[in-house]
């Protein structure tokens, strides 16, 4: 039986989880000193139990620091076999050197990670996962494709989807075989300096008429869907639904709904309040099966 340790960033997923799994949920004691260091604490020790922390890097460095004390402990306190579930992985962006002496900051976390003693680590749609080599540990990577399908099944007549990064071609090809529809994907470049996004078409396709369900791994400043939205609106597309795994809190829901997109929603791996998908099956699921 797996006792579930609800990270400070992740209180109510880690209770979703545990829920699923009918797993014992361990009390946790969390606060914040005056000058902004951390503290945890577990009410109980841990001998020989499988143990699954579930922690969101949200908000960034705060959560990451408190994965780091969890880890640690849980393992000084006895665990026998320890899990890190990551649904968003941060810094899973800077998974290379893409400019010459800057920092692999995904590689630096996975190596804590690794030396604090995980056994498994658990990502749900990792930004690129190469990022999953730097670790030692077992690896597995979710996906929320048939969440996202799920969600949108009853809304899209016509549906498509369209995926508005390359990098995630996969993903599109996995929510549209749920849906049992067409998928193409937009090739997006960044500049490494300004951050400024150029959308380009891989090649024509027509969205005419159709429900076009656009998803991506992150929405961050919202640049990319907005980009989407307009090629997909410039083609006719009948209705758009917009699904973002991680949806990282800023104007950009304001933004995109603007636009005139259907509906905008992200997972509950980063808790707001667009966060209607649920991972707390899936993640479940994978920690029953393992
Ligand atoms: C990047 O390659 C990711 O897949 C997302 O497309 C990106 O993070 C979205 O960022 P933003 O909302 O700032 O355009």
Known sequence: MTVIVPGTSSPELGEDVAEELDAELAGLEYKKFPDGESYVRLEDRLDGEDVAIVQSLHPQNDSLMELFLLLDLVNDLGAEHVTVVIPYFAYGRQDQRYRDFEAVSSRTIAKTIDNLGADKVVTFNIHDDRVLDFFQAET???????????FFRDDVDEPFVLIPDQERSDFGEDIAAELDCDFTWLVKRRHRVTGDIETMIKEEFDVDGKDVVVADDIISTGGTMKKAIEILQERDAASIYI?????????????????????VVASNS??????????APVIAAELQNS
């Open 140 to 150: 597995v990577n979710l996906s929320a494709a048939s969440v996202i399908a799920d």
């Open 243 to 263: 699904a973002g795994v991680h949806f990282l809190p800023s104007d950009a829901y304001r933004d995109i709904e603007a636009t005139g997109a259907e509906k």
């Open 270 to 279: 980063i808790d707001t309040d667009i966060s209607e998908l649920d991972l």
